[in-house]
C-alpha cells in the first residue's frame, strides 16, 4: 500500500469530552431560559396586582366622590328640573 494516507484517529475520550461540554451548555442554557422565563413571570404578575390594586382604590374613590355629588343633586332638585326640560327637548326633536 504505497501511497496511502493514515487517517487521524480521534481519541474516544476527545469525543465523549466535546459532547458533554455541548451537552452542558445546552443543558445550561435550557436552565438559564426557564429561570429568566420564571422571573419575567413574577415581576408581570406583581406589576398586575399592584395595577389591579391601584385601579379599585381609585375606582372606590370614585364611586364615593360621585355617589356624594350624586346626593347634592338629587338634594337641589335642579336634576330633576334639567332631566324634564332634556326630555322635552329630545321629544320635540323626535317629532319634527
Request: glycine residues 12%.
Amino acid at each position: 500500500m504505497v501511497g496511502s494516507v493514515a487517517k487521524p484517529v480521534v481519541p474516544r475520550g476527545l469525543w465523549l469530552g466535546f459532547g458533554g461540554g455541548v451537552l452542558a451548555i445546552v443543558a445550561g442554557g435550557l436552565w438559564f431560559y426557564h429561570a429568566q422565563e420564571n422571573q419575567l413571570r413574577q415581576d408581570v404578575e406583581r406589576n398586575l396586582s399592584t395595577i389591579v390594586k391601584l385601579k379599585a382604590e381609585a375606582l372606590a374613590d370614585w364611586r364615593i366622590s360621585d355617589g356624594q355629588s350624586t346626593d347634592r343633586m338629587q338634594r337641589s332638585g335642579e336634576t330633576l328640573r334639567d332631566f324634564e326640560r332634556g326630555s322635552e327637548i329630545m321629544a320635540g326633536e323626535t317629532a319634527s
